[in-house]
C-alpha cells in the first residue's frame, strides 16, 4: 500500500487549503482513512477520518475541516477552511486500521510521507 499527499504549502491565516492522499495497492473505497498532523516539538494528533460514509473530527477541527472521497479515484481529501497559525504542522494520510480506534495514530498500518502546511499570521 502507498499513500501519497500532495496539496500543502504557505497560506494566510484566514485562508484555505486542499490536502489529498491517493491510495494504491489497494481499494480503499469503503475503509477507514484518516489525516493526522504533527507540529515541531509536539505528538502527531488525530485530525479527521473517514469510513464508509461516516467522518469524525478533532474538536479542532470541528466546523473548519472537513474530510471526503472519491472512492472511483481511492482518494481521500481534506479541506481546510478559516485556517490559524496552529495549524501549521506536517499532515499525513493514514490507512490501514487495525482493530484500535480511528482517534489514535498506532490504529494505522499505513502512512504517506507526509506534506508540509505552514499559515502565515
Known amino acids: 500500500v502507498q499513500l501519497v499527499e500532495s496539496g500543502g504549502g504557505l497560506v494566510q491565516a484566514g485562508g484555505s487549503l486542499r490536502l489529498s492522499c491517493v491510495a494504491s495497492?489497494?481499494?480503499?473505497?469503503?475503509?477507514?482513512m484518516g489525516w493526522f498532523r504533527q507540529a515541531p516539538g509536539k505528538e502527531r494528533e488525530f485530525v479527521a477520518c473517514i469510513s464508509g460514509s461516516r467522518t469524525y473530527y478533532a474538536d479542532s477541527a470541528k466546523g473548519r475541516f472537513t474530510i471526503s472521497r472519491d472512492s472511483a479515484k481511492n482518494t481521500v481529501y481534506l479541506q481546510g477552511n478559516s485556517l490559524k497559525s496552529e495549524d501549521t504542522a506536517v499532515y499525513y494520510c493514514a490507512a490501514e486500521r487495525n482493530s484500535g480506534s480511528v482517534y489514535f495514530a498506532d490504529s494505522y498500518e499505513s502512512w504517506g510521507q507526509g506534506i508540509q502546511v505552514t499559515v502565515s499570521s
Open positions: 495497492g489497494r481499494n480503499f473505497s469503503t475503509a477507514p
